[in-house]
């Protein structure tokens, strides 16, 4: 019994037969796809490269690069596979540059602030001192002299996690009882409507309006100019409902009905299979929303200026006046030196309030993900 033997040409992708005139086949050996994206990559940097060394501006000769790398690509593409697989690359190409094109500012973002704002941030004085007694001579010294950084955000990193923490306070029970109502009492019904309405608009409301409402109603509360951590908190939590609310909501949603509906079929009361059954299925989705949730609002400032102020010392209670938070710390630092003619030490603190700010709310994505993935519900073995 014979073997069937395969043509030698289909085994390599690479090759294709030309037959001639005469009859004769030669065999033509064609670059693989991946070598002819590495010359029109080549071909595009070159061009970048040329239209920089003649002057150019640095970001157009990058936009003329890419260019000439997707004419490129298709120009070889085609000559040795088509059209169809020309276009396909070229879009290949247009995505890994968008994503490029998003990375880079990330990248540049974390690049400068962790160069500008690192050996002040883990100056250990500087996290454990408040701006309490610093003036604008000290930093002259700093500057002039070469003396020791005198001042740091340890009031500025207190205060950020105490208002932020009763903004949760406020933010989580409200949102999460508004998802269940949604979701379990209500999914279809007129005032779910309304209330997903208001949610969506707040959603979109700028964080200067949620200061203005708060500063509004301690004023009326309190009086005129009634400035303390408690308004932040309500400020933030204006900001953080809506996302509590809407994450919540989703994450319920995920949980199958065959689950709610075998618990009520057992007689559990409706109350107590949504205390059972719903939520721990849906308590790590939840939490991991909240985290989020509080990653969003951490870093606000114009809500915190116009209720909250500005403290120079440490401040722990929300109710005894003003209080800092570390992006109040950094704007300050930034626009209000202490020694206009000597910038420098005001603008590594500022640095530095901004690389410990970043720091939190990258801990908070990771925490986020962490609850995610220990808590979702086992399956399987």
């Not at 997707?70 to 070229?90: C, F, M, W």
């Not at 005129?224 to 951590?229: L, R, S, V, W």
């Not at 949603?253 to 009520?264: D, F, K, T, Y």
């Not at 603008?347 to 993935?373: E, H, P, Q, S, T």
Request: glycine share 8%; hydrophobic share 55%; charged share 10%.
């Amino acid at each position: 019994m014979s073997t069937p033997t395969k043509d030698p040409a289909a085994k390599a992708p690479t090759q294709r037969r030309i037959e001639h005139i005469d009859g004769i086949e030669i065999a033509e050996v064609a670059p693989a796809p991946r070598v002819l994206s590495y010359i029109a990559l080549g071909i595009g940097a070159a061009v970048a490269v040329i239209t920089a060394v003649r002057g150019l501006n640095l970001v157009l000769s990058v936009v003329l690069g890419f260019l000439a790398f997707l004419v490129s690509t298709y120009a070889v593409h085609r000559q040795r596979s088509g059209a169809r697989v020309a276009v396909d690359q070229v879009m290949r190409a247009l995505v890994y540059g968008a994503f490029v094109l998003a990375v880079i500012p990330l990248i540049s973002l974390l690049w400068t602030v962790i160069g500008a704002g690192a050996s002040t941030a883990l100056n250990p004085d500087f996290l454990t001192q408040t701006m309490t007694g610093v003036t604008g001579l000290h930093d002259q010294q700093t500057q002039r002299d070469g003396a020791p950084l005198i001042g740091g955000a340890y009031h500025a990193i207190i205060g950020t996690l105490i208002i932020t923490g009763v903004a949760g306070l406020i933010s989580i029970p409200i949102g999460l009882f508004t998802a269940i109502y949604l979701v379990e009492y209500s999914a279809k019904g007129r005032l779910s409507s309304v209330i997903r309405f208001f949610v969506d608009v707040m959603t979109g409301i700028p964080s200067i309006v949620a200061g203005l409402f708060a500063f509004a109603l301690w004023a009326v509360l309190f009086g005129i100019g009634t400035k303390n951590g408690m308004a932040g908190a309500v400020a933030l939590s204006v900001l953080m409902i809506p996302t509590v609310v809407r994450n919540s909501e989703e994450m319920l949603r995920i949980v199958p009905n065959e689950l709610r509906e075998a618990s009520l079929a057992l007689g559990v009361p409706q109350w107590l299979t949504i205390v059972r059954v719903v939520l721990p299925t849906a308590a790590s989705g939840l939490a991991a929303g909240v985290t989020l949730a509080i990653a969003r609002v951490i870093g606000e400032t114009a809500p915190l200026l116009v209720a909250v102020g500005y403290a120079r010392g440490l401040s722990i209670s929300v109710f005894d006046g003003p209080m800092n938070t570390l992006a109040v710390y950094a704007y300050y630092m930034f626009t209000k030196p202490l020694s206009p003619g000597y910038r420098d030490p005001s603008l590594d603190r500022a640095w530095a309030a901004a690389l410990l700010l970043v720091a939190i709310v990258v801990a908070l994505n990771l925490l986020a993900r962490w609850i995610a993935k220990a808590f979702a519900p086992k399956t399987g073995r």
